[in-house]
Every structure is written in C-alpha cells, then in structure tokens.
C-alpha cells in the first residue's frame, strides 16, 4: 500500500485564560470543577479523574459567525449545515502586501464557486500583541468585495485579521451583513494561511450544536492530500 503524504494543518489560535480576541472583550475564565486531588472522595485508590470548566463568551479564539450573530430570524448554530463547514473545498487568496481594503478587484480573477475562501493577509502574526486589535490598520472586506464573495458563490468566507470588516468605526458592518444575509458563515481570527496551496486543501470547522447561539469557537483545521 503506498505510504499517504496526507497532512493536517491547524488554523486555530488555541484558548488560554484570560486571553484577548477582540479588544474590549474579556478573555475565558478555565478553572478546575473538579481536581485531581478532590476526585479521591468519590472513587476508589487508584481512580482519579479532572472535570475542568470554562466561563466564555462566544466570540473567542477562531470562531464562527452563523446569520444569527447578525440577523434575528438567521439560522443559528444549530440549524448550521455541515456542508458549509466539514470537508468543504478550499479556495486560498493571498492578500499579503495588498491594501487592507479587500475590494472586488483583489478578489476578481479566481474561480471560488462551491468553496471556503480564506483570506491570507498574515495579520495574524501580530496575535496576542497590541497590534492585532488595531482596528484602524487591520485588513478588511469592504461592502463591495462582500458582494463579490456572495455572488461568485462561496460557501464560507474566512480571514486572518481582528474582524472582515472595517471596526475603526462605529457604523454598519456591511461585510458580516451581507455575507451572512446570504447564509454565508464566517471564519475569523485564523492563522496558518501561509501554509495553504491556493487550492486542493479541505476545510473542517465545526462548531458545537448550540441552539440559539450565532459564534462559537471552533478547531478549524485544513486536510491536504499530496
């Protein structure tokens, strides 16, 4: 049988206590529920056992947004299918060196019809710094790239940066607005972009089945069959 060159690539910022996603956001809270030590009173020798507990909210880590985040009647987590985010084809662009305004004309010129576009712009290197939640520096999508990603038929749009629209101001988020709208989820705060081909990879990020939330974190990871 010939050896597989089969490769998995993590695309997720792990979750550690008291960690920044976004500024002004407060970071989860890991504590232990039960110890090691503890858990002696309720087993025989030799048995031990862990239950830790977390205290987050949604938008932590590499997380999701589903058309609920924006939208009251969108779907949620719950009725989220999974063909949007398990095994879907990948479509990479790279947008390193380019102008942190992510327009049609950055995006034209690449077939993404039926996959999870993931935006490259290696914002993420700037992670757990000051840097990475400045909003009036970070790359973005603007309204009409938006409608380009939507109308070229992805089904999943993801980046690298503090949020795929421009958070500087306080007005309208017409990035997450129109992707979600359209049913399309969104992935931010990813890394390891750098990693991908422009395409052949397949994208795994499935969240829990929470009914009534719109983000949650996920261990969004990409497969790349040599």
């Known amino acids: 049988m010939a050896e597989s060159n089969r490769r998995l690539i993590e695309l997720n910022h792990p979750i550690t206590a008291g960690m920044t996603t976004y500024p002004g956001m407060p970071g989860p809270a890991i504590t232990p529920y039960l110890t090691w030590e503890d858990s002696h009173f309720h087993y025989e020798d030799g048995t031990e056992f862990s239950i830790g507990r977390i205290d987050m909210i949604a938008n932590t880590g590499t997380y999701l947004d589903t058309p609920s985040h924006r939208y009251r ?14 095994d879907v084809p990948v479509t990479l662009i790279d947008l390193t060196g380019a102008d942190r305004a992510i327009g049609p004309d950055a995006l034209a010129g690449t077939a993404i019809g039926g996959t999870a576009v993931l935006l490259r712009t290696d914002w993420s290197r700037h992670w757990g710094t000051e840097t990475y939640g400045d909003t009036a520096a970070a790359p973005y999508v603007t309204a009409d790239g ?6 070229a038929g992805a089904v999943l749009v993801g980046i690298d940066s503090v949020n795929i629209d421009n958070a500087a101001s306080g007005g ?30 397949r994208l795994h990020a499935v969240p829990p089945r929470i009914e009534g939330f719109g ?4 261990r969004a990871y990409a497969v790349i069959e040599a």
């Open 73 to 86: 009647d969108g779907y949620d987590l719950a009725g989220l299918d999974l063909a949007k985010v398990a």
């Open 146 to 151: 938006a409608q380009h990603l939507v109308e």
């Open 172 to 201: 309208p988020r017409p990035a997450h607005s129109t992707l979600l709208a359209a049913g399309v989820p969104i992935l931010e705060h990813l890394t390891g972009l750098d990693q991908l081909p422009a395409a052949g990879a």
């Open 215 to 218: 983000t949650f974190p996920t």
